[in-house]
T-cell receptor, first 113, second 111 residues
Framework: QQQVKQSPQSLIVQKGGISIINCAYE??????FPWYQQFPGKGPALLIA?????SEKKEGRFTISFNKSAKQFSLHIMDSQPGDSATYFC????????????FGSGTQLTVLP | EPEVTQTPSHQVTQMGQEVILRCVPI?????FYWYRQILGQKVEFLVS????????KSEIFDDQFSVERPDGSNFTLKIRSTKLEDSAMYFC?????????FGEGSRLTVL
């Protein structure tokens, strides 16, 4: 019940295109859904996060869409750039004092110039 | 910008040896974590630490693992007797009330 399933495993997009990564969770108690970006040899860096009281959150070219009834959330990267090439992880967690996150399996995004 | 720093960046050890990975969390953060990432796989939670004690731990965090905050700044992960399957990237993270901030990781290679 703690799993977070992420797809696709890899994604190739042309520069300027839209990258879409999907995640599904099982635990209905989860109430915090961040996306992390990871470059090779680096730690995950928080990109954007959403809580289930809203259906969408946008920060610059990055948008999270959240569907509580379907237990799904997705990351959209508009106008994708070669510098966006990285591995993206969705995660889910519980509010509270200790932020234990359950991560998805990751999506390796390649944006072609 | 404040950041979580980890040392060493890479450690190679023989199976059965003890390893200590060190972390300096962001200074005003109150919650500390260790996660690990086996090469090519997802990031997995190991343990969270608050108020000088473990608050949560996963099934991965067995008796071979321990954490300590020996002074006001460092947060350490000790693996008592390393196994081949402990080879991974170990990430320290810290938070105050919200988002986790991760360090760049310590790569552990067990031979």
């Amino acid at each position: 019940q703690q799993q977070v399933k992420q797809s696709p495993q890899s994604l190739i997009v042309q520069k300027g295109g839209i990258s879409i990564i999907n995640c599904a969770y099982e635990n209905t108690a989860f109430d915090y859904f961040p996306w992390y970006q990871q470059f090779p040899g680096k730690g995950p860096a928080l990109l954007i996060a959403i809580r289930p009281d809203v259906s969408e959150k946008k920060e610059g070219r990055f948008t999270i869409s959240f569907n509580k009834s379907a237990k799904q959330f997705s990351l959209h990267i508009m106008d994708s750039q070669p510098g966006d090439s990285a591995t993206y992880f969705c995660a889910a967690g519980l509010s509270g004092s200790a932020r234990q996150l359950t991560f998805g399996s990751g999506t390796q995004l390649t944006v072609l110039p | 910008e404040p950041e979580v720093t980890q040392t060493p960046s890479h450690q190679v050890t023989q199976m059965g040896q003890e390893v200590i990975l060190r972390c300096v969390p962001i200074s005003n953060h109150l919650y500390f974590y260790w996660y690990r990432q086996i090469l090519g796989q997802k990031v997995e939670f190991l343990v969270s630490f608050y108020n000088n004690e473990i608050s949560e731990k996963s099934e991965i965090f067995d008796d071979q693992f321990s954490v300590e905050r020996p002074d006001g700044s460092n947060f350490t992960l000790k693996i008592r007797s390393t196994k081949l399957e402990d080879s991974a990237m170990y990430f320290c993270a810290s938070s105050v009330l919200g988002e986790l901030f991760f360090g760049e990781g310590s790569r552990l290679t067990v031979l």
